[in-house]
């Protein structure tokens, strides 16, 4: 079994810092892809950060500058550190991998179960 763990999300005031690490554990033979995205009541879930496997990384215009995502393979971690926090940041984070269990299965999205970032005064 899969599984996604996120953590490091908290209560943060404006212009503040956070980061954000996201684990996978189970039987996992490769990861492609790995990404963040972010989801609040009034808005759909948004792309916030991914990193491809060679290192490749695409942020949302929003982000550019702030955050930054990266990736540690040997730990099966994706990492988001976010700087000059703002309030229209606060969302649930989740961190999605593309993740392959065996060899002779396709590829699957696998998502955590999200974790609350809030950015206040």
């Known amino acids: 079994q899969v599984q996604l763990v996120e953590s490091g999300g908290g209560l943060v005031q404006p212009g503040g810092s956070l980061r954000l690490p996201c684990a996978a554990s189970?039987?996992?033979?490769?990861?492609?892809?790995m990404g963040w995205y972010r989801q609040t009541p009034a808005k759909q879930r948004e792309l916030v950060a991914t990193i491809t496997s060679g290192g490749i990384t695409d942020y949302a215009n929003s982000v550019k500058g702030r955050f930054t995502i990266s990736r540690d393979n040997a730990k099966k971690t994706v990492y988001l550190q976010m700087n000059g926090l703002k309030p229209e940041d606060t969302a649930v984070y989740y961190c999605?991998?593309?993740?392959?269990?065996?060899?002779?299965?396709?590829?699957?999205?696998?998502w955590g179960q999200g974790t609350q970032v809030t950015v206040s005064s």
């Open positions: 999605k991998m593309d993740v392959r269990i065996s060899f002779a299965t396709t590829w699957s999205n696998r």
């Open positions: 189970g039987s996992i033979v490769s990861i492609s892809a």
